[in-house]
């Protein structure tokens, strides 16, 4: 059984630009949520999917970011118009169903200059 | 709302013994507990639901106590491997995002 994987582990960008980020969950986990992590911070919440349908979106997600699970297998992290704040590390984890663990992913660093 | 961590780090001997608090302003359905080492994913250690349940596995344990919406990690004779950063996770209903903590900063010296 593999765990969360995602992709890229390493992104650098201009500002400005647009990125792309991918995490496949563990095999039948129905619920993926995203979540962002700063220098020194704990991971704060950005949304969670269970299956395709996005159920919550925190204040931090602002319109430049986009998430997308299509048939409810992998997951998809879009952010427009990159900046400069936008330098993170972003998590995925994923779970199956209430009171369960959630397993995280290795995460993708972007550093945005 | 964040839960708040304490102490915000430690240092401690091989052998010594920590705890490390996690408290809330919010009712809690569950506490979740994670060790971080730099550049890594959270790593799960334990989840305690409300009931005042205490867990443990090896020499790392931890509690719930619901009515003070207050969670303790307990690390006993700690090893080089403990070091990292622990952060706790709340839940205020099943299934809910977590909210982590600013974390608490583990070093085990020899």
């Known amino acids: 059984d593999t765990g969360v994987s995602q992709d890229p582990r390493h992104k650098i960008t201009k500002r400005g630009q647009n990125v792309t980020f991918r995490c496949d969950p563990i095999?039948?986990?129905?619920?993926l949520y995203w979540y962002r992590q700063t220098l020194g911070q704990g991971p704060e919440f950005l949304t969670y999917f269970q299956n395709e349908a996005q159920l919550e979106k925190s204040r931090l997600l602002s319109d430049r970011f986009s998430a997308e699970r299509p048939k409810g297998s992998f997951s998809t992290l879009e952010i427009q118009r990159t900046e400069q704040g936008d330098s993170a590390m972003y998590l995925c984890a994923s779970t199956w169903g209430f009171q369960e663990t959630q397993y995280f992913g290795p995460g993708t660093r972007l550093l945005v200059l | 709302q964040q839960p708040v961590q304490s102490p915000q780090a430690v240092i401690l001997r091989e052998g010594e013994d920590a705890v490390i608090n996690c408290s809330s302003s919010k009712a809690l359905y569950s506490v979740h507990w994670y060790r971080q080492k730099h550049g890594e994913a959270p790593v799960f250690l334990m989840i305690?639901?409300?009931?005042?349940e205490q867990k443990g596995h090896d020499k790392i344990s931890a509690s719930f106590n619901e009515k003070k919406q207050q969670s303790s990690l307990y690390l006993t004779a700690s090893q080089l491997s403990y070091s990292g950063t622990y952060f706790c996770g709340t839940e205020s209903n099943a299934g809910n995002m977590l909210t982590f903590g600013g974390g608490t900063r583990l070093m085990v010296k020899p």
């Open positions: 095999s039948e986990h129905n619920r």
């Open positions: 305690l639901l409300k009931g005042g």
